[in-house]
DNA sequence: TTTCAAACTTATTTACTAGTAAGTACGTTA
DNA sequence: TAACGTACTTACTAGTAAATAAGTTTGAAA
C-alpha cells in the first residue's frame, strides 16, 4: 500500500510546479488521491506545512541524485548533464522547478517556506559551483570569473529557460540550445 | 484628476509584480484606491480583461522606453544598460518582473492573457536580438553563436536574476555581478 | 478481550473570491 | 429643462478557500 502521506506530498509538489501556490487547493489533491480535503489537514495541519514538507522533500531529492552521482563517479560533465536532464523532464510534464514556481511567490509564502526555497537554492548553487570548481582544477572547463558568479548563470538560464518555454508551446530546442551555449563557453 | 481606469493598471500591476497573479483580488486594489469592488469590474469587467490591459499597457511601456532610447541615439551598451535599470528598480521595489510573475502563472491564465505574456516576451527578446546584432556589425559585441540565443541568455538572467535575488535578502549585487559577466563576456 | 492510537470521514465555520444587479450622482448635450 | 451617458455605489450571489471539531474505522498491543 502506497503511503498517504507521500502520495499527498507527490500530487502537491506537481500541482505547484503546474500552477502555483496560490492556485491550488486542499481540494484538488484530495479529488486526485480520493480522499476527503481534512484527511491532508490531518497530515498537513496547514498549507504551510506542506509547503515546507515539499521543499525538504525536492533537498532530500537532489541530495540523492548528487551522491548517487559522485558514486558512479560521474564526470563534471555529466553531473551537469543530468540536471539539465531533470529540467528536461520536467518540461516534458509541461511543468517548471520549485524555484521559479515558489520564488515567483515568495512574497506570500509564510517565513518558515521562505527558508525552504532559499535553502533549495543554496543546493543547486553549492553542488554547481562545486562541480564548476573541481572541473578547473581537471582541465574540464575554462573560465576566469568567480565560479559564484557563473554558477549563478547556469541556475538562472534553468530557471528562467523552462518558464520561457512553457509560455512558447514547451518548445524544448531553444531551452536545449541556451544550456548547450553556456556549456560549450566554458569547456 | 488622475484617472481611474490608469490608477487601476498601476496598482494592480504592483501587485502581480509583487504578490502573483493569483495571490491578488480586486478588493487588494480597492482598498488602496479607495473605491468599491464594483467599480474596478465596471473598467475592468473581469480578471482576465484586467491582466489583458496590464500586459498591453507593459508593452506600451516598452515601445517607449525603445523610442526614447533610439531617439536619443543611445550606443548598443547604453541601450542594454537601460534594460538592466529598469530591473534594478524593479527589485529596489521588492517586485519581479510581468514575464518572470505572469510566467510561472501562466496555466492558470486565460488563453488571450497567454498570448499578451508571449508578446511581451517577444518584444523584450526583439529588441534583445537587434541591439546584439548591431553591435556586432558596429563592432561593440563579438560572440560566436546566434544572437538569438545570446538574447534568450542575457533575457533569462533578467527574469531569474531578480527571483533569485529576492529571495535572498533582495541582493542586488550578485544580479549586477552576474549582468556585468555577461555584458563583458560579448564585449 | 479490552484499550488505544493512527488514519481517516462527515459536517461545519469563517473568510474571501470573482462577478452581477440595481440604483444614484453628475456633468453634458439636445 | 429634459434626457442621457459616464462613473460610480450599495447590496448581493454563488462558489471556493483554509481550517477545525467531532465522530468512525481498524489494526495492533496489553
Request: proline content about 1%.
Amino acid at each position: 500500500m502506497t503511503d498517504t502521506k507521500t502520495e499527498i506530498i507527490r500530487v502537491a509538489t506537481g500541482l505547484i510546479l503546474e500552477k502555483g501556490y496560490n492556485a491550488f487547493s486542499y481540494a484538488d489533491i484530495a479529488k486526485v488521491l480520493h480522499i476527503r480535503n481534512a484527511a491532508i489537514h490531518y497530515h498537513f495541519p496547514t498549507k504551510t506545512s506542506l509547503v515546507v514538507a515539499i521543499m525538504k522533500n525536492q533537498q532530500e531529492g537532489l541530495k540523492n541524485l548528487i551522491k548517487e552521482l559522485k558514486s558512479k563517479n560521474k564526470s563534471e560533465i555529466e553531473q551537469i548533464q543530468a540536471l539539465f536532464d531533470l529540467y528536461i523532464g520536467l518540461l516534458a510534464q509541461k511543468q517548471i522547478c520549485a524555484l521559479g514556481s515558489l520564488g515567483s511567490d515568495i512574497q506570500t509564502l509564510a517565513p518558515e517556506a521562505q527558508i525552504e526555497v532559499k535553502n533549495d537554492y543554496e543546493l543547486v548553487r553549492n553542488w554547481l559551483m562545486e562541480i564548476l570548481e573541481m572541473g578547473k582544477i581537471t582541465g574540464v572547463f575554462k573560465f576566469q570569473c568567480d565560479a559564484t558568479i557563473q554558477a549563478s548563470v547556469i541556475i538562472n538560464n534553468l530557471i528562467a529557460g523552462i518558464i520561457v518555454a512553457r509560455f512558447n508551446g514547451f518548445d524544448k530546442e531553444t531551452f536545449k540550445h541556451t544550456m548547450n551555449l553556456l556549456l560549450t563557453e566554458i569547456t
